[in-house]
């Protein structure tokens, strides 16, 4: 017999504990876009312990709508065998372009980074970071509801030995690091570049090239690895911000190899 008030224990029980268990971590990402959730998936597939906050109810970030609404993406060659890695059917359009169907690609990617073992956790914002010995050791959380309305709710904290910022154009999580803690990031003027506008194969070319440590324990990833670093914008070609996600996961794997 169905009882209504088990249905809302086991809710509580089963979330409680996925959240507990997320207070001391190996690496926690910021923003499920692309480039995070295949960040997430290598690094989990791995056995490292990730979780991934997401402040919208679906993650997935700007992948879904394709370009202008039209729900296909392109993918260049080099980043196909991430697409084969989740699953994801692709097109060859010849001349090196690929195509995929932008809503098979996003579900595929958030189901395989689950999949893989990463804690997503959905309308979570993160609002601050911990700063200690002048590097990043944790992420400040808050429900996404509190801070839509401005609610003065104290976020709680939990820590993580390394951190990515993977928030898209806006690099958020980067912006208040250097706005509150006056620090200088791993850019050549130690400050947030800021992205420049649209050059497609300069744009795929830097997010791979600017994803990276920008400061101790902390890294960018995908557009918001060009914003911090001031690259230029690419449109609907998703190879960069697939490419960002396997670089960080390299980038993360190497060091925590070596503490
Ligand atoms: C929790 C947050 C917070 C926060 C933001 O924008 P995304 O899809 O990120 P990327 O870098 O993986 O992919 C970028 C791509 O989608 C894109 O925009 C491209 C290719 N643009 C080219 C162009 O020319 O325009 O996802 C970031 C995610 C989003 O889902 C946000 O909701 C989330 O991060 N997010 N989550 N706490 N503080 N800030």
Redesign the pocket.
């Given at each position: 017999m169905i009882n209504d008030i088990k249905i809302s224990k086991h809710i509580i029980d089963r979330y409680f504990n996925k959240l507990s268990s997320t207070l001391d971590i190996d690496i926690a990402i910021?923003?499920?876009?692309?480039?995070?959730?295949v960040a997430g998936y290598y690094l989990a597939k791995d056995g490292y312990k990730v979780s991934l906050?997401?402040?919208?109810l679906a993650?997935?970030?700007?992948?879904w709508g394709g370009g202008m609404m039209f729900n296909e993406i392109v993918v260049q060659k080099k980043a196909i065998h991430i697409l084969e890695d989740f699953g994801i059917g692709s097109r060859d359009m010849k001349e090196g372009y690929f195509t995929a169907d932008s809503v098979e690609a996003t579900s595929a990617l958030i189901n395989g980074a689950v999949k893989a073992g990463v804690n997503i956790f959905n309308l979570?914002?993160?609002?601050d970071v911990v700063l200690k010995d002048n590097a990043v050791k944790g992420l400040v959380l808050n429900w996404t509801p509190v801070e839509y309305m401005g609610l003065h709710v104290d976020p709680l904290t939990i820590q993580a030995k390394k951190i990515i910022d993977?928030?898209?154009?806006?690099a958020?999580?980067t912006n208040t690091l250097v706005k509150k803690a006056g620090i200088n990031l791993n850019t050549p003027s130690g400050k947030f570049e800021g992205e420049k506008p649209?050059n497609a194969a300069k744009?795929e070319e830097e997010t791979v090239k600017n994803t990276s440590e920008v400061f101790t324990n902390f890294y960018v990833?995908?557009?918001?690895a060009n914003g911090v670093y001031g690259g230029f914008?690419?449109?609907?070609?998703?190879g960069?911000?697939l490419l960002?996600?396997y670089k960080v996961y390299t980038l993360i794997k190497e060091a925590l190899s070596k503490e």
């Open positions: 910021v923003g499920a876009g692309p480039s995070g959730l906050f997401e402040t919208k993650p997935g970030g700007g992948m979570i914002k993160v609002v993977a928030t898209g154009h806006p958020e999580i649209m744009g990833s995908g557009m918001a914008r690419m449109g609907p070609i998703f960069g911000m960002s996600g």
